[in-house]
């Protein structure tokens, strides 16, 4: 598949491309062009040729448009998720979740870009002040840059380009380098729709190659950007270059709070969602499972138990709930990370190990708190990493002794300590009695500490992709 500039399916200029693997086969299923710095500075010329137009353009207008485009996505939905499932090894059942959910997040943010209102500051609210009138209007912040990460592409596509196109910026697409197809075919859609072809571009590639001339070009005024920290940081420092707006949404290691006097049932079924999901390739996964000592044997025994009854297997099957990595490379790299917390004391009670692209549903219990996984090592697989500890003092320490600080939960039926152990989290989301995964597409969603700066979502991604202007109007008053 090509990539798409200015309404045309093209190569990179260089003619390089990239091979795209089914992780479940192994087999290169299409290649996609691997755009060189001349793409990107193409691609995003042309994106700033055409904000003043775009951003003149009503905003019911632009909604009527992307209700064309929700109702393309459902007369395409099985090709779209068919390609999102053989592309990243997903379960065909979140595959559709995921397509489904383009719907739902793009009406949030169609409904919410009606009420985008300013601010009227009242008169005389310093001295001298009496007779001028000062309100705010918001503005398109300009070219944006979407940086998308391969565990949820469309999930944040969605959050990245419906605030950006209803606020009247205009948007370069840089899709994740290992299933870029779903995208290609969302950015077609919405073309087909009736966005105009100069307002959104995607420009497939590399990191090191596309991505970063992307986020280095001086006419991208705004990067949103979802990955790992270590890349999230380079990427700060490139927009530092040109000064461009940022929101980055990083890595995670959330903790997950098991008290003594937790449902454990409750606690067994939210980690299987929390931690299971897509793999275990979610940011906010829970993946630090402290657990009091009080009920360590009854969680692991129980979670040994439910995690045997999963179906793992092939991602087209529609019974299959556990598959395959994105690619045998990150499965090569949570098999080192397992035998890693081994060797720092842990001990493998179910799984452990990895076949192709796919690792085990793994139980690691007896993990001390100084291990690497318990501060700042995130696997993002299918392990449940299991700290015990003693009070609920020490679980805080546990729990905000890593450098992330995406998400966390904590189970327990007494509500008091509940909020007192949220307050205490250092994180930008907590769940309880609940597993940390839970993101709804209303909420603000971010991190704290090396997790990221800035919310996404439709009570905040617009703060985001807008400028702030004041008007005053002086001396309107006798
Ligand atoms: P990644 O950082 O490797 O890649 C993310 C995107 O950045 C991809 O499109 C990639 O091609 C691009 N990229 C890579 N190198 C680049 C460079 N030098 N300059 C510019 N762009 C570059 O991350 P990933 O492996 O795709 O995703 C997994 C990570 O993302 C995990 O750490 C996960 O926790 C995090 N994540 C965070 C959130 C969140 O909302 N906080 C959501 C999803 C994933």
């Known amino acids: 598949m090509k990539m798409i500039i200015n309404g045309k399916y093209v190569d990179s200029s260089d003619k390089t491309t990239l091979n795209i693997v089914n992780p479940y086969t192994l087999k290169v299923i299409d290649t996609v062009p691997n755009a060189s710095e001349k793409d990107v500075d193409m691609a995003v010329k042309i994106a700033n040729s055409a904000l003043k137009s775009w951003s003149e353009v009503a905003v019911t207008k632009k909604i009527e448009i992307l209700k064309k485009f929700l109702n393309l996505v459902d007369e395409n939905k099985d090709d779209l998720a068919k390609t999102l499932m053989l592309e990243t090894g997903k379960p065909i059942t979140q595959a559709y979740a995921e397509i489904g959910n383009i719907r739902i997040g793009f009406e949030g943010f169609m409904e919410r870009a009606k009420h985008l209102y300013g601010e009227v500051i009242p ?192 991602p087209s099957k529609k019974s299959t709930e556990i598959s395959c990595l994105v690619t045998l490379q990150a499965a090569e790299r949570v098999e080192q990370q397992i035998n890693n917390v081994v060797k720092q004391g842990g001990k493998i009670v179910l799984g452990g190990k990895r076949v192709n692209a796919f690792i085990e549903p793994t139980i690691i219990t007896n993990i001390p708190k100084t291990a690497d996984v318990a501060l700042n090592d995130e696997i993002f697989g299918p392990v449940v990493s299991i700290i015990p500890f003693d009070t609920v003092e020490e679980a805080i320490e546990i729990a905000n002794a890593s450098n992330y600080g995406l998400c966390g939960c904590v189970f327990t039926k007494n509500i008091r300590t509940a909020f007192n152990v949220v307050k205490q989290l250092e994180c930008g989301g907590t769940v309880i009695n609940g597993a940390s995964f839970f993101r709804s597409f209303e909420m603000p969603f971010g991190g704290y500490k090396f997790s990221g700066i800035g919310t996404e979502g439709v009570l905040s991604t617009f703060n985001e992709v807008t400028k702030i202007k004041t008007v005053t109007l002086k001396n309107i008053l006798d």
């Open 123 to 314: 008169f005389g609210t310093e001295m001298g002040n009496d007779k001028t009138m000062q309100f705010t209007l918001r503005e398109p912040v300009g070219v944006v840059a979407a940086i998308i990460p391969f565990n949820f592409p469309c999930d944040l596509f969605d959050q990245k380009v419906a605030p950006s196109l209803l606020a009247g910026n205009t948007v370069v697409v840089k899709p994740p380098h290992q299933n870029p197809l779903t995208l290609i075919k969302l950015v077609a859609l919405l073309i087909k729709a009736g966005i105009p072809k100069n307002v959104v571009q995607i420009v497939t590639g590399d990191g090191p190659k596309t991505g970063n001339s992307l986020a280095c070009h001086p006419l991208v005024h705004k990067i949103t950007f979802t990955g790992s920290t270590k890349v999230g940081v380079l990427t700060y420092q490139n927009a530092a270059s040109h000064l461009a707006h940022i929101s980055l949404e990083l890595g995670g290691n959330d903790a997950f709070i098991v008290l003594n006097d937790a449902d454990i049932d409750l606690a067994v079924e939210e980690m299987v969602w929390g931690r299971m999901y897509n793999n275990g390739q979610v940011c906010c996964a829970s993946k630090r499972f402290l657990v009091q000592k009080g009920v360590l044997d009854e969680f692991v025994e129980k979670s040994k138990a439910r995690l045997k009854k999963l179906i793992i297997g092939d």
